[in-house]
């Protein structure tokens, strides 16, 4: 099955020169988001994995069936202030001022194997936090899973100067 068919490209949202990848298509295919679920989770069988951590909001979508169906816990990295109980943050910065991340101080154990995953990888600056996140609870990222890459914007290029990870995107936007 041919995934990238199954996402609808929005130009000029949400403002003019913007392409917007739609995934919201591909999610209501219920065969084709139980693909994406498998092929994830098919690459990564035997990586060793303990946890599935989700990085807002989309990477809930996917992240949560990816657990399921490795038999695995799963966790979230959200915005501040969604998250009741003890966190860890993490500031990161955008193209304009910055952004925060958080996850429960108790999210698993040090020396857990964590597999992160999020819809979109664009520039990298959200997974190079949540990997800090993880990092910062004494995990180790085994992996990054994202449904689409960007790579016109380089972001595997910037994870991969942050170190040997697994990364896997299951569909590539070249332009």
């Keep these: 099955m041919d995934l990238k068919e199954k996402i609808r490209v929005i130009p000029d949202f949400p ?18 988001l139980r693909e994406a679920v ?4 098919r690459h990564y069988a035997g990586a060793g994995i303990d946890m599935v951590v989700g990085v807002e909001s989309r990477g809930f979508i996917l992240g ?24 860890l943050s993490v500031e990161y910065d955008l193209e304009y001022g910055t952004d925060r991340l958080e996850i429960h101080a108790d999210s698993f154990p040090p020396g ?7 819809d ?20 180790q990222v ?9 790579s016109y914007l380089g972001g595997r290029k910037k994870l ?4 040997d ?11």
């Design 15 to 32: 403002q003019p020169g913007i392409s917007f990848k739609d995934i919201t298509t591909l999610l209501r295919d219920g065969e084709a």
């Design 38 to 41: 498998q092929r994830m989770a």
């Design 64 to 87: 949560a069936p990816l657990a399921y169906e490795m038999g695995l816990g799963f966790t979230l990295i959200r915005k501040p202030g969604k998250l009741p109980g003890d966190v």
């Design 112 to 118: 857990t194997r964590v597999l992160i995953v999020d």
């Design 120 to 139: 979109l990888l664009a520039t990298g600056g959200t997974i190079a936090a949540a990997m800090e996140l993880v990092n910062k609870l004494g995990g």
């Design 142 to 150: 085994v992996g990054l899973a994202f449904l689409i890459e960007l």
């Design 160 to 163: 991969e100067e942050l170190g």
């Design 165 to 175: 990870y697994d990364i896997l995107a299951l569909v590539d936007y070249k332009e």
